[in-house]
């Protein structure tokens, strides 16, 4: 069996048969990572068959640009607001709480205060809460039916204007919605019930408005009712990790006009979450560690850049110039050394303005490759 088979049957079949494109991708644009690339032709289907024809040809230019009709990835939002809509609009019934869901919310405050102390100390901890925005991001642009690599995410975080940034327009809504400013109404949200049940109870009530600010909202949410220091938890993520899970905690609150279902399903996918998060931290700290141990006898600026590799895994040298206050040369330098050290290694499509996908982050499925252009 070849490595493209293997691959097909144990990760990107379940996935897709999963309808989870955006994971499908993830895996395929690692590919990118080895050189000479073997099989363009694994990216190019993915990305057909996710809805982006376009994207595919850049890959696989035999694909067209029309032989896949997009995913039909827009049942959760749909199955969310049929479910949302048979809700009366009388309150929700939150007394009494049952005691196994009243026991799950405060192992949720447990673990949402072991991660915080995590993160906070983590040398990581400067970069975290913009990772974890950006898959976010990813996340919230899959449920609506727009599905992206987490590589790609971070390429529109990049400064300058290239053909890489060509997913920008897809994704805008999620992270304009994702990466501004919290609105400073959630930070007022009171009450004596524990944070994460707050955090149930207010998308319950945004559901009424419509899916589009009870999701696009919830990544700030645990730091503005003080549950976190920052956006330490990908909170979208974790309650739709399991779509069916979701939707039916909601059918049985709207069923049973009781919020318990779905506090419940909050509680117990923000523990599950904490500890993925801290094992994750583990991890990329220990990477963190790995590198610069690779990296003995640089000195100055190279340094902070494979520093913040795991947390920052998509540069260009305009932004190592912008980041770090020096010239383009500077930094063109940086990431030539990194290549010539097997962190970095050029993208076998994109020349001019290229990116430079690197193998660093390769161990974390949910993690996108570092890359420089």
């Known amino acids: 069996m070849t490595a ?38 694994l990216i190019g289907e993915a990305l057909a068959a996710a809805g ?9 230019p035999s694909i067209g640009r029309s032989r896949h009709p997009p995913a039909p990835a827009t049942s959760f939002i749909d199955a969310t607001s049929n ?9 929700w019934k939150t007394h ?42 990813q996340q919230l642009a899959h449920l609506h039916g727009i599905h992206v690599s987490l590589r790609e995410v971070w390429q529109t975080q990049l400064p300058g204007s290239t053909t890489r940034i060509a997913t920008v327009p897809m994704v805008r809504p999620y992270l304009d919605a994702v990466m501004g400013e919290c609105p400073r109404w959630l930070s007022e949200l ?17 559901l009424r408005r419509g899916t589009a600010p009870a ?7 645990l730091a503005a009712v003080g549950a976190l220091r920052d956006v330490w938890l990908p909170l979208v993520t974790a309650i739709t990790a399991h779509p069916t899970d979701y939707l039916a905690a909601l059918h049985t609150t709207t069923q049973t006009d009781s919020a318990d279902p ?39 600026h190279i340094l902070e850049v494979i520093a913040a590799l795991t947390t920052t895994p998509v540069l260009n040298n305009r932004w190592i110039s912008e980041q770090h206050k020096i010239t383009t040369k ?44």
């Open 83 to 91: 479910l949302a809509e048979r809700r009366s609009s009388s309150p």
């Open 215 to 221: 999701f696009d909202r919830l990544p700030a949410m």
């Open 4 to 41: 493209d088979e293997l691959i097909e049957d144990h990760v990107l079949r379940p996935l897709r048969e999963t309808g989870q494109w955006h994971r499908v991708l993830d895996h395929v644009m690692t590919q990118l990572d080895h050189a000479p690339l073997h099989s363009p032709h």
């Open 262 to 300: 779905l506090v419940s399903h909050f509680a117990h996918s923000i523990v599950n979450a904490c500890h993925a998060e801290i094992t994750l931290i583990d991890r990329l700290t220990a990477l963190r560690t790995h590198l610069l141990t690779t990296a003995r006898g640089h000195t100055g």
């Open 52 to 60: 982006r024809p376009g994207s595919a040809a850049h890959y696989l």
């Open 190 to 206: 009171g009450g004596t019930m524990p944070r994460s049940a707050q955090t149930a109870l207010w998308h319950l009530r945004m």
């Open 96 to 137: 009494p709480l049952s005691p196994e869901t009243l026991l799950a919310l405060c192992r949720a405050q447990e673990a949402l205060g072991r991660l915080d102390e995590v993160a906070h100390r983590s040398p990581l901890g400067k970069g975290w809460g913009h990772a974890v925005r950006l898959r976010e991001v």
């Open 330 to 373: 500077a930094a063109t330098n940086i990431t030539d050394t990194l290549v010539s050290q097997g962190i970095l290694a050029p993208h076998p499509y994109f020349k001019w303005g290229a990116v430079l996908p690197c193998a660093c982050t390769e161990p974390f499925s949910s993690w996108a490759g570092c890359v420089a252009v």
